[in-house]
């Protein structure tokens, strides 16, 4: 199953390259990255479950 999506951010920020997590049930499933327009496309099994985006928090950086 393929799904799509197109992020847009209210303040007119990018976030292209930034790694996405698709979780099912709160679990992580598959990995993209947010493309030049904010196009990201996950590939996962079907199924009938809960799903989720989230940032992957690896590329926050503490001070």
Known sequence: ??????????????????PLELLADGVSIARAMVGERGE?????RPGTTQLAVRVDRTILKTV
């Open 1 to 18: 199953m393929t799904i799509k999506l197109k992020l847009e951010l209210a303040s007119g920020q990018s976030l292209k390259g930034a």
């Open 40 to 44: 990201v496309i996950f590939h996962a």
